[in-house]
């Protein structure tokens, strides 16, 4: 396949609007599956950091999805003709709190689109960068990124495992399942087929079981973040997604702060000790 990425590039600058309410089912919803039983929200509660991912959630018609349980390409996000498709990682900052109850609108523009030639073939990164207003104006800038990957190549060496930290202060055990999976693709509306769909993770793209979502993982560590330091406000989080995390065995959230408190590295360990993500956080006084 040839990648013609001064094409893909054209659509560098493009933005769309949405509009949103901040509704308390869906927060109340994410408390259960991260395994909380925080008292239900209401008008005035504050989304917690990670909770904006629950809202401006595409309303893409069935006809519209293609085999892997996406959108088709080519509106707002470049034709990327490259069929495996990952969150990859970002960096967000929060300004302001939005709360329940709130109308809140979100501003998403193509930031950058790069192409790259990695060890298991061709690879396209997109950077969407989200602008998120509430009542107060500006509540949250996040920079997404996007990767795009050629299909699985069974003949292709294995990836060197990067071991993962093992110096944690804050340290959870999560035990994934489909269960879990289904839970939080549904709170966001999320119909990629990885993260349900067994056969086609399995025999399609040539995983050993179903992927847990990368924005539930980066959610676990900023949730921890949270309630490990809550003195303070998390004001700054970047995350960098290094290898998949599968429902067929246990993994940690673990975080470790610096000693004024004003910081933290934070990482996902897979059950073999190797890294799957990892994370920096800035907090200011709450």
Request: a negative charge; proline letters at 8%; hydrophobic letters at 40%.
């Amino acid at each position: 396949m040839t990648i013609d990425i001064d094409h893909l590039r054209q659509w560098i600058g493009r933005s769309e609007k949405k509009s949103d309410v901040v509704t308390a089912a869906q927060l109340a919803g994410l408390s259960a599956t991260l395994d909380h039983d925080d008292p239900y929200p209401v008008t005035g509660t504050p989304v917690p950091p990670a909770g904006h991912w629950l809202y401006f959630l595409s309303r893409t018609p069935q006809s519209a999805i293609g085999v892997d349980g996406h959108a088709h390409r080519g509106e707002f996000l470049p034709p990327v003709e490259l069929p495996r498709r990952m969150w990859a990682g970002g960096r967000i900052e929060f300004f302001d709190a939005i709360h329940v109850g709130d109308a809140i609108e979100r501003v998403s523009t193509i930031k950058d689109v790069t192409y790259r030639q990695g060890k298991t073939g061709d690879l396209v990164f997109v950077i969407v960068q989200h602008e998120i207003s509430g009542p107060g104006g500006l509540s949250i800038r996040e920079d997404h990124d996007i990767v795009y990957r050629a299909e699985a190549d069974p003949d292709a060496p294995l990836p060197v495992l990067i071991p993962a930290p093992d110096d944690a202060e804050w340290v959870r055990q999560v035990d994934p399942d489909p269960v879990m999976l289904f839970r939080y693709s549904a709170l966001t509306f999320n119909g990629h087929r990885i993260h349900y769909d067994l056969k086609y993770v399995t025999e399609e793209e040539g995983y050993p079981g179903l992927i847990v979502h990368g924005p539930l993982m980066a959610t676990l560590m900023m949730d921890m973040c949270v309630r490990q330091n809550p003195d303070r406000k998390l004001r700054k989080f970047s995350y960098r997604a290094v290898a998949p995390v599968f429902d067929t065995a246990s993994f940690t959230v673990n975080g470790k702060p610096d000693e004024a408190g004003t910081s933290a590295e934070l990482w996902i360990a897979r059950k073999d000790g190797s890294l799957a993500m990892k994370a920096d956080a800035e907090f200011v006084d709450g």
